[in-house]
């Protein structure tokens, strides 16, 4: 299996934690980030450290990989401009944010007229997947694809990645995949609520409950573990505020679905119910809110 140079542009929670797992792998790691103490700290555990754009492109050489984990809209579109001028032809672009699918759809078209390769590729499984086996969910040009297709099985869980089609496919099935996620979410954070305000509460260990819905249950699933975790750091979820941010997903599954002329109801609502909990926090905010710090660090706790 061939070993891959690839340069990571972002090493924020999600970009550190994937060199470090390429690196793990065998793969060799170019790694620039716009604050220096990131890319010091990422030299210690063995990457080759680039403190401008400039250095990261010629310690990449020539048939470049590059490797952006930067959020998405204004920081990418920032990102991407000034990193074009040290790609050439043949190169590859990768975006793993969590960009919306029509903004990859032109960015594949533009840089295809470049003669610059691009993939857009949805990673879930959080900062945990990042650093030990992530899920991704490809876009882009296929014979990009296959020529780092190394990487994606290397980083990934078994069975954990596949490619889906022309640019944009990638970041298109990671935004239904978030779309899911807020009704689920949503879900859980209604089901504790019943459980908060119910005349058995007092009986009711929430850790033990989701100990055992995670064992055997229908609903068993990382979500509930990790709803498991989070009452074992805080049995009542009191660093949480109950306001739940949004990153985009959600809302933008909801304006595809009504493009498409399909009904999301418990989607459209749970992305609904995030905006009203920023006015009126409910208690089944503070398990979204839970939810998402312990799979991603958002909404850091108060």
Same mark, same amino acid.
């Given at each position: 299996?061939?070993?891959?140079?690839?340069?990571?542009?972002?090493?924020?929670?999600?970009? +550190?934690?994937?060199?470090?797992?390429?690196?793990?792998?065998?793969?060799?790691?170019?790694?620039?980030?716009?604050?220096?103490?990131?890319?010091?700290?990422?030299?210690?555990?063995?990457?080759?450290?680039?403190?401008?754009?400039?250095?990261?492109?010629?310690?990449?050489?020539?048939?470049?990989?590059?490797?952006?984990? @930067?959020?998405?809209?204004?920081?990418?579109?920032?990102?991407?401009?000034?990193?074009?001028?040290?790609?050439?032809?043949?190169?590859?672009?990768?975006?793993? $944010?969590? !960009? +919306? +699918?029509?903004? !990859?759809?032109?960015?594949?078209?533009?840089?295809?007229?470049? =003669?610059?390769?691009?993939?857009? &590729?949805?990673?879930?499984?959080?900062?945990?997947?990042?650093?030990?086996?992530?899920?991704?969910?490809?876009? $882009?040009?296929?014979?990009?694809?296959?020529?780092?297709?190394?990487?994606?099985?290397?980083?990934?869980?078994?069975?954990?990645?596949?490619?889906?089609?022309?640019? $944009?496919?990638?970041?298109?099935?990671?935004?239904?995949?978030?779309?899911?996620?807020?009704?689920?979410?949503?879900?859980? =954070?209604?089901?504790?609520?019943?459980?908060?305000?119910?005349?058995?509460?007092?009986?009711?260990?929430?850790?033990?409950?989701?100990?055992?819905?995670?064992?055997?249950?229908?609903?068993?699933?990382?979500?509930?573990?990790?709803?498991?975790?989070?009452? !074992?750091?805080?049995?009542?979820?009191?660093?949480?505020?109950?306001?739940?941010?949004?990153?985009?997903?959600?809302?933008?599954?909801?304006?595809?679905?009504?493009?498409?002329? @399909? *009904?999301?109801?418990?989607?459209?609502?749970?992305?609904?119910?995030?905006?009203?909990?920023?006015?009126? *926090?409910? +208690?089944?905010?503070?398990? &979204?809110?839970?939810?998402?710090?312990?799979? =991603?660090?958002?909404?850091?706790?108060?």
């Amino acid at each position: 299996m061939d070993k891959i140079k690839i340069g990571i542009l972002g090493l924020g929670r999600m970009g +550190y934690n994937l060199a470090l797992n390429l690196m793990d792998k065998g793969h060799e790691v170019v790694a620039y980030n716009r604050s220096r103490g990131k890319v010091e700290d990422i030299e210690k555990e063995g990457a080759t450290g680039a403190y401008s754009l400039e250095e990261f492109s010629e310690k990449l050489g020539e048939n470049k990989v590059v490797w952006l984990m @930067v959020p998405a809209g204004d920081a990418l579109e920032e990102v991407m401009k000034n990193i074009l001028p040290y790609m050439r032809e043949g190169d590859l672009l990768v975006d793993g $944010g969590n !960009s +919306y +699918y029509k903004d !990859s759809i032109e960015h594949g078209q533009f840089l295809n007229e470049k =003669g610059i390769l691009f993939l857009d &590729v949805g990673t879930s499984g959080g900062i945990e997947g990042a650093r030990n086996g992530a899920c991704y969910m490809v876009g $882009g040009d296929k014979k990009a694809y296959d020529k780092i297709e190394d990487i994606f099985r290397d980083t990934s869980v078994e069975n954990g990645y596949g490619y889906f089609g022309k640019a $944009g496919a990638g970041h298109f099935v990671k935004m239904i995949h978030n779309g899911i996620e807020y009704g689920m979410m949503q879900a859980m =954070g209604e089901g504790f609520e019943v459980v908060e305000k119910s005349e058995f509460n007092d009986g009711i260990d929430k850790r033990k409950l989701s100990q055992v819905w995670n064992n055997g249950s229908v609903i068993r699933s990382w979500l509930v573990e990790l709803i498991e975790r989070a009452y !074992s750091n805080d049995i009542e979820l009191e660093k949480y505020t109950g306001a739940v941010g949004l990153s985009g997903e959600g809302e933008w599954t909801v304006k595809t679905a009504k493009e498409l002329n @399909v *009904p999301v109801p418990v989607i459209e609502e749970s992305v609904n119910a995030r905006f009203r909990s920023m006015k009126e *926090p409910r +208690y089944q905010g503070k398990v &979204v809110q839970a939810l998402r710090y312990e799979f =991603g660090g958002h909404n850091q706790p108060k």
